[in-house]
């Protein structure tokens, strides 16, 4: 594992930061809503043969400080599904499978919280920006989302629960729930893919963005985005760059690139293949020529 860390390239600037993860090697990463903080988890060799089989690895995690060249550990969990998400502030999250969550603050003192069971969770669990909710992902049917209010000195943990699209009706069969990210501290964008009897009006997954439980009923939010076609209903994941949404403007446009398979790319590709040989065999037979009036 010797070199492996991660790199960040700052665009507006072109300064590449460089992180060194010693002995370990990060499977995924989180930027916190500001894009200040980063979080990742990986794996880290415990041992290992020549062949690489019958090594093993644990589970690995930490935290990068804005601006930071320096990763500082977090503690992750030995379970296959869990997930890692970081706050503007600096809160770290680590929620898995078994339930457990640990909050872990900018000073390293970390919470735990293991009564998290409820609908049988999958390891997904979103901090919103200032670190004051927890959107938490299901595998089972039902008619909410799962939140949770972190713990932390003075705050008893809980979980509340958001109705899912609240008197319209739209899951009689119940829906799973995985949170994606946070618009803003009361905006959570979210996966839903209803029970399979039910009317697939809406798709049988669509994107969501809904209010958390800190917003008051009346002011209550749920608005469907996008629809995935019947064939991408096998995909297992789907990234959103949140940060780059808004209520009123969800959505961005992008021209498509003209490189490489515009109809007037192929038109000039073609034309310009032709005219090469024509060239080249013009060129043959004028050297055959010459070579046969030497020759004489």
């Not at 460089?18 to 916190?32: C, F, N, P, T």
């Not at 901090?127 to 992902?137: D, E, F, I, M, N």
């Not at 439980?213 to 995935?228: A, L, Q």
Request: with cysteine; charged share 20%; net charge neutral.
């Amino acid at each position: 594992m010797e070199g492996s860390g991660i790199r960040v390239l700052d665009l507006e600037r072109g300064h590449l930061r460089s992180i060194a993860l010693e002995g370990a090697a990060a499977r995924s990463l989180g930027w916190s809503p500001d894009s200040r903080w980063l979080v990742w988890s990986g794996q880290q060799p415990q041992n290992w043969t020549k062949s690489s089989i019958g090594g093993r690895n644990k589970s690995a995690g930490g935290r990068i400080a804005p601006n930071a060249t320096v990763s500082e550990p977090i503690p992750v969990r030995n379970e296959s599904n869990q997930s890692v998400s970081i706050g503007s502030s600096g809160e770290a999250i680590v929620f898995g499978q078994s339930g457990r969550l640990e909050a872990i603050a900018p000073n390293g003192m970390a919470t735990v919280v293991t009564d998290l069971q409820g609908r049988s969770p999958t390891g997904t669990g979103v901090v919103s920006p200032r670190g004051t909710q927890v959107a938490l992902g299901t595998f089972e049917q039902g008619s909410s989302a799962s939140f949770l209010r972190p713990p932390r000195p003075g705050v008893v943990p809980e979980v509340t629960e958001r109705e899912l699209a609240k008197d319209l009706d739209l899951y009689p069969g119940g829906a799973a729930v995985q949170p994606l990210g946070w618009l803003d501290d009361q905006l959570v964008l979210v996966e839903v893919t209803p029970a399979n009897n039910d009317d697939p009006s809406y798709g049988r997954r669509h994107l969501v963005v809904m209010t958390a439980p800190n917003v008051p009923e009346e002011d209550w939010t749920y608005r469907v985005m996008t629809r995935f076609a019947d064939d991408a209903g096998q995909t297992s994941s789907v990234s959103v760059a949140v940060d780059l949404m808004t209520l009123e403007h969800p959505t961005a446009d992008f021209p498509p690139p003209d490189w490489p398979w515009s109809d007037e790319r192929k038109a000039l590709v073609i034309g310009l293949s032709v005219a090469g040989l024509l060239g080249c065999l013009l060129l043959a037979r004028r050297v055959r020529r010459r070579r046969r009036g030497v020759l004489r």
